[in-house]
T-cell receptor, first 113, second 114 residues
Framework: QKEVEQNSGPLSVPEGAIASLNCTYS??????FFWYRQYSGKSPELIMS????GDKEDGRFTAQLNKASQYVSLLIRDSQPSDSATYLC?????????????FGTGTRLTIIP | ETGVTQTPRHLVMGMTNKKSLKCEQH?????MYWYKQSAKKPLELMFV???????ENNSVPSRFSPECPNSSHLFLHLHTLQPEDSALYLC?????????????FGPGTRLTVL
């Protein structure tokens, strides 16, 4: 049974600071990793995807992947109140042709003005 | 985002009712998914259709019956549900169902079973 673990939070971060969200996964042969943002009452929307070890940056967002440690993180720089949401980590592709994504329970992030 | 639409947005039904949820995607994708989202639980994959063929049934009870008449439409037929089936039901689509695909979600149907 694949598992994806996230701290449920809430994580409170002052406006302008760096928010750090963490995720660990159990299936060591997983190949694809996604961060989704979900506002209250809304559906998830993709923030970042990452497939190789290291960092991937997109604007204020940086995803970090360490397959040896089975760890993926999302950094949000210069946090804004609009970043307040639940962030879902999703992991997929542990077997060839397996399109299933396994989601974590999400981390609720609150940016304090 | 109007790429994936779902109707109805809210549904209240009794345990003896039969209802259907509808999903439509306008993105030209070939894979469609049904997920269940309950409070304090991870998104649970229910069904996957790839090029109209069901490729995944994640041990879902038979009171949930999916239908995919074409790559743009997906239905979830509901009958004799239980109160614990109350949840947000999300539809998603992706280009080809591959593990690197981004899945695009619809707004969801909030289902309450009385």
């Amino acid at each position: 049974q694949k598992e994806v673990e996230q701290n449920s939070g809430p994580l409170s971060v002052p406006e302008g600071a760096i928010a750090s969200l963490n995720c660990t996964y159990s299936d060591r042969v997983s190949q694809s990793f996604f961060w989704y943002r979900q506002y209250s009452g809304k559906s998830p929307e993709l923030i970042m995807s990452i497939y190789s070890n290291g960092d991937k940056e997109d604007g204020r967002f940086t995803a970090q992947l360490n397959k040896a440690s089975q760890y993926v993180s999302l950094l949000i720089r210069d946090s804004q109140p609009s970043d307040s949401a639940t962030y879902l980590c999703a992991v997929g592709g542990s077997n060839f042709g397996n399109e299933k994504l396994t989601f974590g329970t999400g981390t609720r992030l609150t940016i304090i003005p | 985002e109007t790429g994936v639409t779902q109707t109805p947005r809210h549904l209240v039904m009794g345990m003896t009712n039969k209802k259907s949820l509808k999903c439509e995607q306008h993105l030209g994708h070939n894979a469609m998914y049904w997920y269940k989202q309950s409070a304090k639980k991870p998104l649970e994959l229910m069904f996957v259709y790839n090029f109209k063929e069901q490729t995944e049934n994640n041990s879902v009870p038979s009171r949930f019956s999916p239908e995919c008449p074409n790559s743009s439409h997906l239905f979830l037929h509901l009958h004799t549900l239980q109160p614990e089936d109350s949840a947000l039901y999300l539809c998603a689509s992706s280009p080809s169902g591959g593990y690197t695909d981004t899945q695009y979600f619809g707004p969801g149907t909030r289902l309450t079973v009385l």
